[in-house]
């Protein structure tokens, strides 16, 4: 049995399953912000369990193929290491778990703050889609919206 869910996540398996299992994740935070389920599953630490496990079934399989996990730290030399790295499926598909666990847990701290602050759902609408396809800029986003209702600028919180 355990051999056969092995041989079924292959990397482009695990690739869809997490697409798609991260989608239901975001819907909620857009359009459910305030509910419990958002709470109990969305921002709580149940998504991140999920993903840290494909990511943990990611190293394993990484392992048993022997991937050279010294080779990694040669993205810190220049870009063309990373470019390097990114030809191999199995860092990418790491990288993509890495990427999409930072993106959904920053838009859980979005709604959780945006809570706090009593922001109207709809205005964190755009951040949370941007935050989704561009974390970064999301955030950014998000932080100038929160200026606004905090009054105030602060480097932490």
Not at 73 to 94: A, V
């Amino acid at each position: 049995m355990i051999e056969q869910i092995y041989n079924y996540f292959t990397i482009e398996i695990l690739y869809y399953w997490v697409n798609l299992g991260v989608l239901p994740f975001w819907l909620i935070l857009i359009f459910f912000p305030q509910s419990h389920i958002c709470r109990y599953l969305v921002t709580s630490i149940f998504p991140i369990f999920l993903l840290g496990g494909a990511y943990v079934f990611m190293l394993y399989k990484s392992y048993v193929g022997s991937y050279d996990f010294d080779g990694n730290f040669d993205l810190y030399l220049g870009i063309d290491n990373i470019s390097d790295l990114f030809s191999d499926k199995t860092f990418l598909m790491m990288f993509w778990i890495h990427f999409i666990s930072i993106n959904l847990f920053t838009g859980g701290w979005i709604v959780r703050d945006s809570q706090k602050l009593s922001i109207n759902k709809i205005v964190i609408i755009f951040p949370l889609l941007i935050t989704y396809l561009i974390g970064p800029i999301g955030i950014f986003i998000y932080w100038l919206i929160r200026i606004f209702y905090a009054k105030s600028i602060n480097l932490y919180d």
